[in-house]
């Protein structure tokens, strides 16, 4: 079945540094992979969307990259800030719906 | 106005009760989802709505319907339910009905508990 995988649940960083997480996928390929945070007790909020022809995409501190080569999106947060402490869901098209990995738990420590 | 409302925040109910979860958006979108989202684990999709219609039903028990009254508006009818339900349910919707091709914009969600 088609599957989304964040394979690590908690990541934890210090402030100022490069949080950087990874998705896969895996039996199929999706045109396009999303990225959202969700709070505690909230819902997701989207973040960003790229293209399976797209390399790269940015805003601000964030950085998303596909590589179907490899089947992987990786997300950076570059000078992360407490703030950033939260989960992030990897979204990945399957048919006419989006289904999500199970999300990575970052901890910014200041 | 770039929100989607869900009611109740929170939800108690018996296994015999029914009740139902409601959710709103004015922001013009045609596809209007629901999922269920169980602690520590991802949003679980249950029905699609595309212009109005139901377009995917992944195979929910027949105790959730869901019904779509009119393009803004989003309903979950929930009958005899399982404590096993107790989930977050969170309504979302899209521009676009292909939803894959873009954001999905989801509301704050109903934490509904089953006794």
């Known amino acids: 079945s088609q599957k989304i995988e964040q394979n690590s649940e908690a990541l934890n960083i210090q402030e100022g540094k490069t949080a950087t997480l990874t998705c896969n996928y895996t039996?199929?390929?999706?045109?396009?992979l999303q990225w959202y945070r969700q709070d505690p007790g909230r819902g997701p909020v989207f973040l960003l969307l790229?293209?399976?022809?797209?390399k790269e995409k940015r805003k601000e501190r964030l950085k998303v990259t596909f590589d179907t080569t490899l089947k992987q999106s990786l997300f950076h947060i570059t000078a992360s800030q407490p703030a950033d402490s939260a989960t992030y869901l990897c979204?990945?098209?399957?048919?006419?719906?989006?289904?999500f990995g199970k999300g990575t738990t970052l901890s910014v420590s200041s | 106005d770039t929100e989607v409302t869900q009611t109740p925040k929170h939800l108690v109910m018996g296994m015999t009760n029914k009740k139902s979860l409601k959710c709103e958006q004015h922001?013009?979108?045609?596809?209007m989802y629901w999922y269920k989202q169980k602690a520590k684990k991802p949003p679980e999709l249950m029905f699609v709505?595309?212009?109005?219609?139901?377009?995917i039903n992944e195979s929910v028990p027949s105790r959730f319907s869901p019904e779509c009254p009119n393009s803004s508006l989003l309903n979950l009818h929930l009958h005899a339910l399982q404590p096993e339900d107790s989930a977050l349910y969170l309504c979302?919707?899209?521009?676009?009905?292909?939803?894959?091709?873009?954001?999905?914009?989801f509301g704050s969600g109903t934490q509904l508990s089953v006794l």
């Open positions: 979302a919707s899209s521009q676009d009905p292909k939803a894959a091709r873009e954001k999905l914009f």
């Open positions: 039996n199929y390929s999706p045109a396009y």
């Open positions: 790229i293209r399976e022809n797209e």
């Open positions: 979204g990945g098209q399957a048919g006419t719906a989006l289904i």
């Open positions: 922001m013009g979108h045609r596809a």
């Open positions: 709505y595309s212009y109005e219609k139901l377009s």
